[in-house]
């Protein structure tokens, strides 16, 4: 059986340009805080990434942190700030934050921005925010590389990004910072990342991001995200044509055009990407985060859906290499599911 991976939010398949990179870099031995040759080397490999994470992402060399992951750089900018969020974030976010700021459509509009933290596009229904001036921090994780978009714009204080969800390597973040802001590190001992966040870099992994997010603006740039939409669309059109108890979440407003979120309530979303996957079909019912949880979706209860929807959606996250027949024939799939469904709750 031929698998079909619609799980591009969850994480991404690793691109052939990041791949190339990440090789490159596995031949250099050195330790980059060394200065020797072999250290001179490795360093140049992650400060040749600092600027072209840089240049992809709107913002300065000097303002690139490299972590772990999007939630260590989360963790790097909130512990012990007291800002504000809504309960539509990433979980990441939720864990360091005061979770009262409404949410309206998907929507949210902070009063204090210089306290508050906000998404640029959610994980899970792919609504875009608008992003008011000052924000403390912006999770950027699955905007970036699908739209286009420049933390110099953006007039966040602060920043997260991924490498996973652009097609570069897992293990690998960043928490991007505006010039004079003060970043208290977590993690100690030497002197990396200007003294930021300690520990030996890794450069494979850096090698990779910045190959990725170069060839993701390289695709933006040639459209890639108007082809994603139509077949998104399409699947959409399809499902509710045929499927007259299914909702599309965030229809209403701006949304990623990779991302559909979908529920009939009734059918639980677990349920259903279980017989997706028995099917062949690699969906979720929410961030992967989260998954593996039977529980009802934080992030629709926050948008004022009831229980029994929240635990009936599923996400169908779809990128670059989607094909149309790929799309055709989940629907295939789900649409045979959703009529045993329906006989059943007859």
């Known amino acids: 059986m031929n698998r079909v991976y619609l799980d591009w939010n969850a994480t991404t398949p690793l691109c052939a340009e990041a791949r190339a990179a990440m090789i490159a870099a596995m031949d250099v031995v050195g330790n980059p805080s060394s200065v020797h040759a072999e250290g001179r080397a490795a360093k140049k490999i992650i400060e040749a990434a600092r600027a072209d994470l840089a240049e992809a992402f709107g913002a300065a060399a000097a303002d690139i942190i490299f972590t772990s992951s999007a939630s260590e750089a989360a ?66 994780v699955q905007a970036f590389g699908k739209r286009p978009i420049a933390f110099d714009w953006s007039g966040a204080a602060r920043g997260i990004l991924s490498a996973h969800k652009i097609s570069g390597p897992k293990g690998v973040g960043a928490l991007v910072v505006r010039q004079g802001v003060e970043i208290k590190p977590q993690l100690r001992g030497g002197g990396q990342e200007m003294n930021r966040r300690a520990g030996t870099e890794n450069a494979i992994g850096i090698a990779g991001f910045a190959a990725a997010a170069k060839a993701a603006m390289t695709a933006l740039g040639d459209g890639a995200s108007d082809a994603i939409a139509a077949k998104r669309d399409a699947l959409e059109a399809r499902l509710l044509a045929n499927a007259p108890r299914a909702i599309v979440i965030g229809a209403k407003v701006a949304r990623l055009a990779n991302t559909s979120a979908i529920a009939v309530p009734g059918w639980r979303g677990e349920t259903q990407v279980m017989q997706m ?6 969906i979720s019912a929410g961030s992967a985060c989260s998954s593996g949880k039977v529980r009802e979706s934080h992030v629709l209860r926050s948008m004022g859906y009831d229980e029994l929807t929240s635990a009936s959606a599923i996400r169908v996250s779809i990128g670059a290499t989607t094909t149309q027949s790929e799309l055709d024939a989940f629907g295939d799939a789900w649409l045979r599911s959703y009529e045993k469904f329906e006989k059943r709750a007859a």
């Open 277 to 282: 996957d028995l099917a062949g079909f690699a």
């Open 75 to 140: 963790a790097l900018a909130l512990n012990g700030q007291g800002v504000s969020c809504s309960g539509i974030e990433h979980d990441c976010i939720r864990a360091w934050c005061e979770e009262d700021l409404d949410v309206s459509e998907g929507l949210v509009a902070p009063s204090n921005p210089g306290q508050s933290t906000l998404q640029a596009a959610n994980s899970e229904t792919g609504v875009i925010q608008e992003l008011p001036e000052g924000l403390f921090l912006v999770d950027f």
